[in-house]
Nanobody
Framework: VQLQASGGGMVQAGGSLRLSCTVS????????IGWFRQAPGKEREGLAW????????NTADSVKDRFSISRDSAKTTVYLQMNSLRPEDTAVYYC?????????????????WGQGTEVTVSS
């Protein structure tokens, strides 16, 4: 199982970025794929999650007016669209996979992790 996150970078406040998480490996057809972030000195935060199977998704209240999650039709890539970015969105963003949405909602520990992609928002 491999989760490959990409799309991070530097952007000015008010800008947008789209992160991608490519999922490979067997056994994850019914898994939930989601995104966390962790900023220096702050706790990890679950942002959004989506079911690979049926596409049902949810987004944390803290970002739901600016971030959205989606998947491609092949169900191999999950996207996190981030709009109206703020300096406080600066963090390392991780994608992860778990059999349920609970680790993402409750900031738990998903079964599989991808490497992080860094997002820096300048003011």
């Amino acid at each position: 199982v491999q989760l490959q996150a990409s799309g991070g970078g530097m952007v000015q406040a008010g800008g947008s970025l789209r992160l991608s998480c490519t999922v490979s490996g067997s056994g994850l057809d019914y898994y939930v794929i989601g995104w966390f972030r962790q900023a220096p000195g702050k706790e990890r935060e679950g942002l959004a999650w989506i079911s690979r199977y049926d596409g049902k998704f949810n987004t944390a209240d803290s970002v739901k007016d600016r971030f959205s999650i989606s998947r491609d039709s092949a169900k191999t890539t999950v996207y996190l669209q981030m709009n109206s970015l703020r300096p406080e969105d600066t963090a390392v963003y991780y994608c992860a996979a778990d059999a349920t949405f609970i680790p993402f909602r409750d900031t738990g520990s998903p079964e599989y992790w991808g490497q992080g992609t860094e997002v820096t928002v300048s003011s």
